[in-house]
């Protein structure tokens, strides 16, 4: 029985250790050149509270723990296949696709880490010819927030 156990729980730290979330993703993309990330913590959004007049937004917003941008500058085909890869690796490892959008030299990708009802992190990439963006938006919001923050982003 103790054996049972022994192996059960050896076997369930190396799948976690397996297991890649975004920010690991970011962690190992960071050192790569052209590569720039910058973190805004929740300290840090009720600046951004300020600056917006709609209250549905605002009431998102301070749901919001933590903002990561990574952004590729002229990436290599070998960084772009190395991202393509990573973010394939998201999909299915807890990350569900929300949506996938494709317009002419613009590819959008949104995926989503869920607790019941809750969206806790959605994570969303936009690949372009000559650079690519890649946002982890962690808190704690419904799937209809993200029209309200799109709604008063685009404005």
Do not use: H, W
Request: proline letters at 1%; charged letters at 30%; a negative charge.
């Amino acid at each position: 029985m103790k054996k049972t156990v022994l192996t059960l729980a050896l076997l369930l730290t190396c799948l976690a250790g397996f297991a890649q979330t975004a920010k690991d993703f970011v962690e190992k993309m960071k050192d790569i050149k052209g590569v720039e990330v910058m973190t805004i913590p929740k300290s840090m959004m009720s600046m951004a509270m300020s600056q917006v007049d709609d209250e549905n937004a605002k009431k998102v917003l301070k749901n919001i723990d933590e903002v990561t941008i990574m952004q590729l500058d002229k990436p290599s085909a070998e960084t772009l296949e190395t991202f393509r890869k990573g973010i394939s690796e998201l999909t299915g490892n807890g990350y569900e696709a929300m949506m996938q959008a494709n317009e002419e030299d613009e590819s959008v990708n949104i995926i989503a880490k869920k607790n019941g009802d809750e969206l806790v992190e959605v994570v969303i990439s936009v690949e372009e010819k000559k650079e690519i963006a890649f946002i982890i938006i962690k808190g704690k919001f419904k799937e209809e927030d993200l029209k309200v923050l799109q709604d008063n982003m685009v404005e």
